[in-house]
């Protein structure tokens, strides 16, 4: 072992590697018996591509890879489209499920959503080029679609359509619709058929009943997000084909329904929260109560926790905390495990006969397209497997922790220490650490292999991922702990555990960083104007400015998100000045590096540059880098290296670090 300070360890994982390996799977799903899915192409323009893997090697298995890691099937995984075709769409901005497959007549069919445009693309794979099925729009943000289901028998695609009617970005309308295979809706925004007069702000795609005698989709209204409310819609399907009688059979204003789905025998599944946990629900009567969640918070359209199997079993994601994987029988209320080594699966569940796909990862490994056979009970990799890319012995080694925040509250969080195969610290000196605050804010930090963490924590530098009050996946009470108290309580619950680490000797109390993209970003600025804990921060694509963004300055979906997390405007807008860091940046003295993507349309520039204008005439040391083509949140592997290496630098400059080969970030005043 050789002794170097923290923070100047010699690592292999640089940021290029970090960058290329950003990302994950998403949206798996059947096409006849193969299994296709996205995945992310940093090198590529940070793309997403549709991914299939072959099925003439599905019967081979590789051995488990090193560490312990799941079994490998054999098989050829092909990308379906080359650059740019990029299967993304941008309904609510965060997106929605961009792609179906069928076979039709022993020819694969698929119908995606190509982000450059928004159009739905109608594909043979072989057969020339993807042909467009939707109209282009030059209304305020267009046309967009997202949940495609392929109904070859009457010739169309049932979807969601996001239709902008202004200029203004709440100046839009979102309904389920049927769009035809033919093409002819292609340049006629009056082919497409709406499929119901039924009108919600928000919608899901329809989940048509085996017997196609009835549909059933969730739907929410202002000021509500997903997780507060929703309501559960059943209808009928006319002779027309169209969505009759819509009546709510489940859900309300305090009450999220989060997924909706038929079981083989016409029963209705679906996933709520009224017992404070999301627990799965059939016709209405609970299938297995307990105390942690079988969902999670719709981000984006299309999301399954949960796929009935046409045997009466269900395939199901569920955890306090981590998300397992597991097949619940509904008539015993119980749920057997998938073995292996994945502790978090993704809410991308896909079914076909007793074959369930899901994306899983872990500690040591990234995220992988997991298939589970339920007859034989075995587990393995059949896509995006992962493979080390450097010694695993340099990955970070992470602690589940529970700290005791303000009031006794419990705070969850993920320790990763400082870990490096060769190299120790000097007797005494305690190192860095650099508090991680996720996004959402009504989301959570899955614990998982991720190389931006190993990053720093091969360098002698550790990071602690909190779950602060109001993170998903330990029930409503403690996702309800942010009503209103956005900025106090995720700021509290992070220097609760940041100083706890201090004060234990697990961190050096006077080298202290934050840092946190979106609504981290948020809870950064906010700690560095509120707290003197940290020594500096990172704050990445930020909020930083209520009022500006609770009128009209951000995207529909999000636009009343404040309404519960600070309270009514119109009522309490003194709160929102009082809490803005943007209002308040001359009370930052601990230098600070902002990142911003030029193209972000949910926490756009002007938000950065009014922070920037405030803090004019400050001695604070401090970086703005923007990147031009990035939106919210940065997906081209260029932007990445650059982001990560001068968050590196920063903190080398502020701990007085010696880092080898990064670039030295230039901090103004």
């Known amino acids: 072992m050789e002794t170097l300070p923290y923070g100047s360890w010699p690592s292999p994982i640089d940021a290029a590697l970090a960058a290329a390996h950003d990302g994950k799977p998403e949206f798996a799903g059947f096409v006849g018996d193969e299994v296709w899915w996205t995945e992310p192409r940093p090198a590529e323009g940070g793309r997403r591509a549709l991914v299939r893997r072959r099925n003439q090697e599905m019967g081979r298995e590789a051995p488990p890879r090193k560490g312990g890691g799941g079994r490998r099937a054999g098989g050829a995984e092909e990308t379906v489209l080359p650059p740019p075709w990029n299967v993304r769409s941008r ?21 995606f959503v190509h982000f450059a445009d928004q159009r739905l693309y109608r594909y043979e794979p072989g057969a020339g080029e993807p042909v467009p099925l939707t109209p282009l729009s030059t209304v305020g943000g267009g046309l967009r679609w997202a949940e495609p289901q392929v109904r070859a028998q009457s010739g169309e695609v049932w979807c969601i359509m996001e239709e902008f009617t202004g200029e203004s970005p709440t100046d839009v309308r979102r309904v389920p619709v049927a769009v035809p295979l033919d093409g002819s809706a292609a340049e006629d925004r009056g082919a497409v058929r709406e499929l119901t007069g039924e009108r919600h702000r928000f919608v899901t795609g329809p989940r048509l009943s085996p017997d196609g005698r009835r549909a059933a989709w969730l739907a929410w209204d202002h000021p509500r997000m997903p997780w507060d409310g929703t309501e559960l819609v059943v209808a009928d399907v006319d002779g027309d084909g169209r969505l009759a009688g819509p009546r709510t059979v489940a859900g309300g204003p305090e009450e999220s329904v989060a997924q909706v789905e038929w079981a083989a025998d016409g029963s209705l599944l679906y996933a709520s929260d009224r017992g404070g946990w999301w627990n799965l629900y059939r016709d209405g009567h609970p299938l297995c109560p307990r105390e942690e969640e079988f969902a999670g918070p719709l981000w984006k359209l299309g999301q399954r926790w949960f796929a009935p199997l ?62 589970l056979d339920t007859r034989t009970g075995r587990a393995r990799v059949i896509g995006a497997a992962h493979h080390d890319p450097v010694d695993p012995a340099y990955y970070p ?74 993170s998903t996946g330990y029930g409503r009470e403690y996702r309800d702990r942010l009503r209103e108290q956005w900025g106090v309580v995720d700021v509290e619950d992070c220097a609760a555990v940041a100083l706890a680490l201090a004060d234990e000797g697990t961190a050096d109390r006077d080298r202290l960083a934050i840092r946190g993209g979106s609504a981290g970003g948020w809870t950064t600025a906010a700690s560095l104007a509120g707290t003197d804990v940290y020594a500096c921060g990172t704050i990445l694509y930020p909020i930083l400015d209520l009022t500006a963004w609770g009128s009209g300055e951000t995207h529909d979906f999000e636009s009343q998100y404040l309404e519960s997390l600070v309270g009514p405007l119109a009522e309490v807008p003194g709160r929102y000045a009082e809490r803005s860091p943007a209002r308040h940046a001359d009370r930052i ?52 290296v650059r982001a990560l290496e001068a968050e590196l630098s920063l903190y080398a400059q502020v701990f007085g670090l010696e880092p080898a080969g990064v670039p030295t970030l230039e901090l103004g005043a």
């Open 91 to 111: 309904v609510i901005e965060y997106g929605g499920r961009p792609w179906t497959g069928t076979v039709v007549d022993g020819t694969v069919l698929v119908v």
């Open 310 to 371: 046409d045997s009466g079993l269900v395939a199901v994601v569920h955890g306090r905390g981590a998300a397992a994987l597991g097949i619940l029988d509904p008539e015993t209320g119980e749920v057997v495990d998938a073995a292996g080594p994945w502790s978090e699966f993704d809410a991308t569940l896909a079914v076909h006969g007793e074959r369930v796909v899901a994306v899983g990862a872990g500690p040591r490994g990234s995220h992988e397209v997991v298939e």
């Open 397 to 470: 080694e992470p602690r589940v922790r529970t700290f005791t925040g303000p009031d006794g509250r419990d705070v969850h969080a993920h320790i990763h220490p400082p870990h490096h195969p060769g190299c120790t610290a000097p007797e005494g000196e305690l190192p860095p650490y650099v508090v991680w605050a996720h996004g959402g804010p009504t989301s959570r930090s899955p614990l998982v292999l991720d190389l931006e963490i190993a990053y720093f924590t091969s360098r002698g530098i550790g990071v602690a991922e909190v779950n602060y009050g109001g």
């Open 589 to 640: 003295t601990a230098p600070f590096l902002l990142l911003q993507g030029l193209d972000d349309v949910i926490c756009p520039p002007a938000q950065c540059e009014r922070f920037l204008d405030r803090l004019q005439g400050s001695d604070v040391p401090h970086a703005y880098l923007t990147f031009q083509g990035e939106g919210h949140g940065f997906r081209r592997a260029d932007t990445m």
